[in-house]
């Protein structure tokens, strides 16, 4: 059939990593036989072009249209430039947010920021964690798009890539086709992961501000909220404040090396049959580490590992992209059961505690994004997304 012909071809396209095999339980099912992150990207990729309700929508997204997301690291340098250029674009646009309710918001940019620290409480930890941060890199995707004229799709941190070395990496090496490199360096004493000081992590080779790449000189307003990163302290407010300073990172090398491996995304996708796990294992719940904090936390700095103010890195869309990346394979090894699969409260950690999410809950990014229900978005090839990752 011509749909086979095109997954084919799509995925020679797939770049695999470096990672070694997983000598570890079989995984279940039609994926026995994978062996690393990118064997299960195939197995879903196929069993998402053998889903008559993908395939046979004619005039609507089907797998003969969807948009395509790659990997940072596999999208030319040119496109690379033109993807930061736009996300810069944003950067010099006017805001739509009312500077009495956020007058640290200087931009279009600072719109989904604002959005974010808002909404921090009640999309982290929580049954819409997934599915309201699918629809927000979307929402930026398309404010990319139709505001600034970018061309290409929302690119992804592959973060097992370079995980012995992220500073190497193409998103990390500070070249003009990258995300900007690490900040400069600052003595410091290391970045502590909890509020409480119990769990930390060693000072890496930054801590000041990014001097190098398309990001060099930026300057971030909004936050922090939850200072992590020894030296940086919580602004006064609730983190919409004017708060004007450089963007700066301490990227994380113990953390890639230790937490982000193609071994560990292997197994939360493949070992992990009910959302409840899935979500729990990728985010994490210190002192166990999962992927969503490890990316924060390898970017670090100010404002990359406030949980509030985390997207005023540039560097947040590529983490949550991956995220969303790992979740959609995750969904579509089997589509028919994990589509439409929530678990968890509508409050961070049900504290306080709160009644389950449902798919009638809504979604509403404000400035940024019309209110939709969490069911429109649980697919990537239904509801307002038409789109796969390669």
């Not at 072009?49 to 046979?56: H, I, T, Y």
């Not at 990014?210 to 930026?218: D, E, L, R, T």
């Not at 449902?358 to 239904?382: E, N, Q, Y």
Request: with cysteine.
């Amino acid at each position: 059939m011509l749909y086979k012909k095109i997954i084919g071809f799509a995925l020679t396209a797939l770049a695999l990593t470096n990672a070694s095999p997983v000598a570890s339980d079989p995984a279940p099912g039609s994926i026995e036989d994978a062996q690393t992150v990118e064997d299960l990207a195939k197995v879903a990729l196929e069993l998402l072009g053998e889903d008559p309700s993908v395939f046979q929508k004619r005039g609507q997204c089907n797998i003969f249209n969807a948009a395509v997301r790659r990997e940072w690291g596999t999208i030319p340098k040119a496109q690379r430039k033109e993807y930061t250029d736009a996300v810069k674009c944003l950067m010099n646009k006017p805001p739509r947010t009312s500077k009495a309710d956020a007058p640290g918001v200087h931009n279009r940019y600072d719109d989904f920021v604002a959005t974010h620290v808002n909404q921090t409480m009640q999309i982290h930890e929580t049954g819409n964690f997934l599915v309201w941060h699918r629809y927000f890199v979307w929402a930026f995707e398309q404010a990319l798009r139709n505001e600034c004229g970018y061309k290409g799709y929302q690119p992804y941190w592959n973060w097992a890539r370079d995980h012995d070395n992220p500073h190497k990496s193409a998103m990390f090496d500070g070249s003009e086709y990258s995300m900007s490199g690490d900040g400069d360096y600052v003595p410091h004493g290391g970045s502590c992961l909890d509020p409480a000081g119990t769990f930390c992590i060693p000072p890496g080779n930054g801590g000041g501000c990014v001097n190098s790449g398309p990001f060099a000189g930026m300057n971030v307003t909004l936050g922090p909220v939850t200072a992590t990163m020894d030296g940086v302290l919580p602004a006064p407010g609730n983190g919409l404040g004017d708060n004007p300073r450089c963007l700066k990172r301490d990227i994380s090398v113990y953390l890639s090396k230790n937490y982000l491996t193609d071994n560990i995304i292997f197994k939360l996708i493949a070992f992990n049959p009910t959302i409840a796990r899935f979500q729990k294992d990728l985010q994490g719940d210190l002192p166990t580490m999962g992927v969503h904090i490890a990316g924060h936390f390898t970017i670090n700095g100010d404002p990359g590992s406030d949980v509030f103010t985390s997207p005023g890195d540039p560097a947040f869309w590529l983490h949550h992209g991956m995220i969303d990346r790992v979740w959609w394979i995750w969904q579509n090894l089997n589509r028919s059961k994990r589509l439409h699969s929530i678990a968890g409260t509508i409050t961070f950690m049900n504290n306080p505690p709160s009644r389950d999410a449902t798919l009638d809950d809504l979604m509403d990014l404000g400035v940024s994004g019309a209110p939709i229900p969490l069911r429109d978005g649980m697919d990537t090839m239904a509801g307002p997304f038409c789109y796969i990752y390669l």
